[in-house]
């Protein structure tokens, strides 16, 4: 039995990189702090795990989850993750806190407890951000998702050879989150992609589930730009 734990899976990335492990034969273990994630489950026949990934009981949740299960996990998808961005002025050191808790402690911690458990020649993929370059506004996420590259590569260096550990950077993705920002920001954004469109879900999840297959077998501390060629552009 090969189970993948997902976090952030209750909409969005999270929702269709579930999807598709599924179809790749995966039994799903659907981590969340929404209520969605149990529609999620429900649709996708997995467990739903409704567990905030910078609680200690969430945390303690998700690894008794795991245990329960029975097996270890072949794949962990750090994928759970917030914005709140501000220009400068307005960027306070709470906003600033509670990003980097969320997007770049909440995969370490997870990490660090379910390192142990996974089985061997398994791995993490998490998600980056193609704003880890620089974005306006994004003083606290840029520095975040930049964070969870360093992670990746220190973390692929002390798992291995037993794990792999590689990062997804998605640039522009219709998801809720990028729904909240103002339109005329994210025409603009839309502008700047070289393949002239923004992503979606599931050119992400295709993406995650490469890393996570045993074709990659080969491929660690990588990050993998799924941005329509934004992060050169
Ligand atoms: P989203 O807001 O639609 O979904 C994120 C999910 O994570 C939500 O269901 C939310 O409830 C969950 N979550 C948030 N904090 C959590 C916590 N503390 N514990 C457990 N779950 C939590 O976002 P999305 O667009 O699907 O983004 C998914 C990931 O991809 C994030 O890490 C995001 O930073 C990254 N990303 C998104 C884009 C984009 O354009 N949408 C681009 C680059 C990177």
Redesign the pocket.
């Known amino acids: 039995m090969s189970i993948a734990v997902v976090?952030?899976?209750?909409?969005?990335?999270?929702r269709a990189i579930a999807e598709r492990l599924a179809t790749d034969g995966h039994q799903l273990l659907l981590?969340?702090?929404?209520e969605?994630?149990e529609e999620t489950a429900r649709e996708l026949e997995g467990t739903a795990v409704r567990?905030?990934?910078?609680a200690a009981d969430?945390m303690a949740a998700i690894v008794s989850a795991v245990r329960e299960s029975g097996h270890g996990p072949a794949v962990l998808v750090n994928?759970?993750?917030?914005?709140r961005d501000a220009i400068l002025r307005r960027m306070t050191e709470a906003d600033f806190r509670a990003v980097l808790r969320?997007?770049l402690g909440?995969p370490l911690a997870l990490t660090r407890e379910l390192a142990p458990l996974l089985q061997d020649g398994g791995a993490v993929v998490n998600?980056?951000?193609?704003?880890q370059l620089g974005n306006v506004g994004q003083f606290n996420?840029g520095v975040s998702?930049g964070g969870v590259i360093g992670v990746t590569r220190a973390m692929a260096l002390a798992l291995a050879p037993r794990l792999r550990v590689n990062a997804v950077?998605?640039?522009?993705?219709?998801?809720?989150?990028?729904r909240a920002m103002p339109s005329e920001v994210a025409q603009r954004v839309v502008r700047q992609i070289p393949l002239a469109e923004p992503?979606q879900?599931m050119d992400?999840a295709n993406a995650v589930a490469w890393l996570a297959s045993h074709e990659a077998r080969y491929v660690t501390g990588q990050v993998l730009y799924s941005c329509g060629g934004r992060s050169f552009a």
Not at 127 to 131: G, H, Q
């Open positions: 976090t952030g899976a209750g909409r969005g990335i999270g981590v969340d702090v929404s969605a994630v567990a905030d990934i910078t969430g994928n759970a993750g917030i914005t969320v997007n909440g998600i980056s951000s193609r704003a996420y998702k950077a998605p640039g522009f993705v219709e998801t809720e989150m990028t992503g879900p992400i």
